[in-house]
């Protein structure tokens, strides 16, 4: 399968607990914002999206959290699964059709 | 994976030579995107497209063009390979700007 071993920051939680995973973006122009998580071996899936003129969005177990302010983002997962262990990436597009991601961050759930 | 298909998987090739890696969907898409996801990196753009024959530069084009003669299919071409262009090269597509973007499976490409 397609996957990168990536050095990147890592959260560990345990099974059944809540996890936020923070992203810094970088350009103020951005207007649309979505998090993806990568499998081991697969391409980035969609997870959820929010756009600049909201704070907040709601999913099935997952929540994203935008602050224009800080220029920050946020994933909460609720109840984490062992399914849920991956890396995960927040995407942001400017003026441009360009869909710029962050570096990502590794989700590991104990059992 | 939204009816994507990237071609081929797998390549190993020598360093100079040329190498084209596809990207097809069935989806009817807009948009189209070339990625290279490296150690450390993370996900970055090569190349988009927004139409037939419409394309520009993402933020590491140097030594990659790409060619959109038709909706379906959006080509990435390697000039010249280098031990630098090593990597895993994903293609994505969407409907809009403001519309999420789909993943293909990736293409794992070593130049030795």
């Known amino acids: 399968g397609e996957s990168v071993g990536l050095h990147l920051p890592t959260l560990s939680v345990q099974e059944g607990d809540n996890s936020i995973i923070n992203c810094a973006y970088s350009?103020?122009?951005?207007?649309?914002f979505i998090w993806y998580k990568q499998e081991s071996g697969k391409g980035p899936q969609f997870i959820i999206d929010?756009?600049?003129?909201?704070d907040k969005r709601q999913g099935q177990r997952v929540t994203v959290l935008l602050n224009k302010t800080v220029k920050h983002l946020s994933l909460q997962i609720a109840a984490t699964q062992p399914g849920d262990s991956a890396v995960y990436f927040c995407?942001?597009?400017?003026?441009?059709?360009?869909?710029?991601f962050g570096s990502g961050t590794r989700l590991l759930v104990r059992p | 994976d939204a009816g994507i298909t990237q071609s081929p998987r797998h390549k190993v090739t020598e360093t100079g030579t040329p190498v084209t890696l596809r990207c097809h969907q069935t989806?009817?898409?807009?948009?189209m995107y070339w990625y290279r996801q490296d150690p450390g990196h993370g996900l970055r753009l090569i190349h988009y497209?927004?139409?037939?024959?419409?394309?520009d530069k993402g933020e590491v084009s140097d030594g990659y063009s790409v060619s959109r003669s038709k909706t379906e299919d959006f080509l990435l071409t390697l000039e010249s390979a280098t031990s630098s262009q090593t990597s895993v090269y994903f293609c994505?597509?969407?409907?809009?700007?403001?519309?999420?973007?789909?993943f293909g499976q990736g293409t794992r490409l070593t130049v030795v």
């Open positions: 989806e009817n898409h807009r948009y």
């Open positions: 497209s927004y139409g037939v024959k419409d394309t």
């Open positions: 994505a597509i969407s409907t809009g700007m403001n519309t999420e973007a789909f």
């Open positions: 350009n103020s122009a951005s207007d649309y």
């Open positions: 995407a942001e597009r400017g003026s441009s059709y360009k869909l710029i």
């Open positions: 929010i756009r600049s003129n909201m």
